[in-house]
């Protein structure tokens, strides 16, 4: 074998093969509610600081909003489990969106029992990981799309 045909097989990646409708579905998805995710909770932190300044009217609207986080991080582990199997994105924002999950519930709880001790280390925890995962789902996957435009 001759050396160019030694680079030649080396600079040939394996092809991926193409997402087809429920893998786009799935990232767009994942990119979406994730943002969505993030910035809910970043109102949610918002909406804290504000009631612990001494409007304690926004307790409600942050208790309100405690229920449409948790939904979002519902949808978007749905999103995630869909992009990880039919988009065969990687595992792990699927099982970072399973966290987020289980940890909105554990937030929730501690909420509800006032024991901000554990409530707001737990939020910060909540809005790291939010963002990582946000940040992978924009610049990781792709979309059929933008594989085309490659």
């Not at 429920?22 to 993030?38: C, P, Q, S």
């Not at 804290?48 to 409600?60: K, N, P, Q, S």
């Not at 405690?66 to 869909?82: N, P, Y």
């Not at 699927?94 to 966290?99: E, N, Y």
Request: net charge positive; aromatic share 6%.
């Amino acid at each position: 074998m001759t050396s160019t045909a030694a680079t030649e097989t080396l600079s040939v990646a394996p092809e991926r093969p193409a997402l087809g409708r429920w893998g786009n579905v799935g990232v767009v998805a994942l990119r979406v509610l994730t943002a969505l995710f993030l910035l809910d909770t970043l109102l949610q932190a918002a909406l804290a600081g504000l009631f612990v300044t001494g409007d304690v009217a926004l307790l409600t609207w942050h208790a309100a909003n405690a229920q449409l986080l948790g939904g979002l991080s519902v949808l978007a582990c749905a999103a995630a489990v869909l992009a990880w199997r039919a988009a065969r994105t990687s595992g792990w924002a699927a099982l970072a969106a399973v966290a987020l999950m289980a940890l909105v519930n554990v937030q929730h709880g501690l909420g509800e029992s006032r024991q901000l001790g554990g409530h707001i280390p737990l939020g910060m925890t909540i809005f790291g990981l939010a963002a990582a995962l946000t940040f992978w789902a924009f610049t990781s996957p792709r979309t059929s799309r933008e594989e085309a435009g490659r």
